[in-house]
């Protein structure tokens, strides 16, 4: 088997992604940690690899790849056979349009509340805490009658949302609230192989 | 051949998006117009084809989508064969790092700023024009010594990002800066069956 190599932070969430989906999938990982706070990530090599400047980055073999939604994919794609993500059209879009909300919804808020609070970036607070609880809302209406985010059953559409999801407190929004989505987040963390992260 | 309902707003490039693709496709397309002003994208029967209260939504019989990104990809994978996305793990992946890029880093920066100009939206409009300067740059980088967004060759990863970037000026954020954009979006704009929207 191909060594993967991970571009990592450890208290990322988009990088636990992909840690995560790797123990899922029983894949040999190398992590690579890259010293944000030294600003390696903005500098040669790690520039050359992601123009971004930004993490996670994974490398197979030869291919290079930014973003944590489209590295889900790609693992799916390669070591997933049709389980996590399938190539139908109406299977395919159905998991995409969740990789779209952990892209933009879930980012502008509760991730977005987390970068403030936890790591002290300049960002309306306020606003992602209001946008936290829209997409929450929506998530709770979801999943109190569906088990799984897309398909009736586990895919990466599951993977990529629960991270920031279950992250909220640390951006000081409560799931209280919320309890069809406590569950799903539990039943993520049920599955078999499951790996956790600081503050999950 | 099935006929195609898209749920529409003539201004929104997201829905142009999806109209774009479908005429490059040659396939057949009914829009209907939502009212966004009287507020039916709140109001069933709209939001129970779409929770989130957002356009685009597709009918394609009986299947339901929302979110242009994901539409995009259920076309493609539906009517265009492997030529726009392919379904091979590095390929798509590629792919996908766009549609993220269009679904977040072109929405926070032009697509907000425009949000903002032209529609009133009470947003940061001076973060939205940081954003968009940062996102140029990045895209102006690798138009420089790419044609296309990836792959080497037109796929959905073009037609995702380039109207909101194309409709930058609408924003506040002149493209005249970026040369190798606006070669790209010309040869976007000279795809046989290409169709224009208002003020692009």
């Given at each position: 088997?191909?060594?993967?190599?991970?571009?990592?932070?450890?208290?990322?969430?988009?990088?636990?992604?992909?840690?995560?989906?790797?123990?899922?999938?029983?894949l040999?990982?190398?992590?690579?940690?890259?010293?944000?706070?030294?600003?390696?990530h903005?500098?040669?090599?790690?520039?050359?690899?992601?123009?971004?400047g930004?993490?996670?980055?994974?490398?197979d073999?030869?291919?290079?790849?930014?973003?944590?939604?489209?590295?889900?994919?790609?693992?799916?794609?390669?070591?997933?056979?049709?389980?996590?993500?399938?190539?139908?059209?109406?299977?395919?879009?159905?998991?995409?349009?969740?990789?779209?909300?952990?892209?933009?919804e879930?980012?502008?808020?509760?991730?977005?509340?987390?970068?403030?609070?936890?790591?002290?970036?300049?960002?309306?607070?306020?606003?992602?805490?209001?946008?936290?609880?829209?997409?929450?809302?929506?998530?709770e209406?979801?999943?109190?009658?569906?088990?799984?985010?897309?398909?009736?059953?586990?895919?990466?559409?599951?993977?990529?949302?629960?991270?920031?999801?279950?992250?909220?407190?640390?951006?000081?929004?409560?799931?209280?609230?919320?309890?069809?989505?406590?569950a799903?987040?539990?039943?993520?963390?049920?599955?078999?192989g499951?790996?956790?992260?600081?503050?999950?």
């Open positions: 088997m191909a060594k993967l190599k991970l571009y990592d932070l450890e208290p990322s969430g988009n990088c636990y992604k992909v840690r995560l989906f790797c123990a899922l999938l029983g040999d990982l190398e992590l690579e940690p890259v010293d944000l706070m030294g600003g390696a903005k500098r040669s090599p790690f520039i050359d690899k992601n123009p971004f930004e993490i996670p980055v994974l490398e073999g030869d291919v290079v790849l930014r973003n944590s939604q489209a590295i889900l994919v790609y693992l799916a794609r390669r070591y997933g056979g049709e389980d996590w993500l399938p190539t139908d059209a109406t299977g395919m879009a159905e998991v995409m349009t969740w990789l779209m909300v952990a892209e933009n879930i980012a502008r808020g509760p991730g977005d509340a987390r970068l403030h609070d936890k790591f002290g970036f300049a960002i309306d607070v306020e606003r992602a805490r209001t946008n936290a609880a829209r997409i929450l809302s929506l998530l209406a979801h999943l109190k009658s569906n088990d799984w985010l897309a398909l009736g059953r586990p895919t990466i559409a599951d993977i990529a949302c629960m991270p920031y999801i279950a992250l909220s407190h640390e951006g000081g929004v409560s799931l209280a609230p919320y309890p069809a989505i406590q799903w987040v539990g039943r993520v963390k049920a599955f078999p499951f790996i956790t992260m600081p503050a999950l």
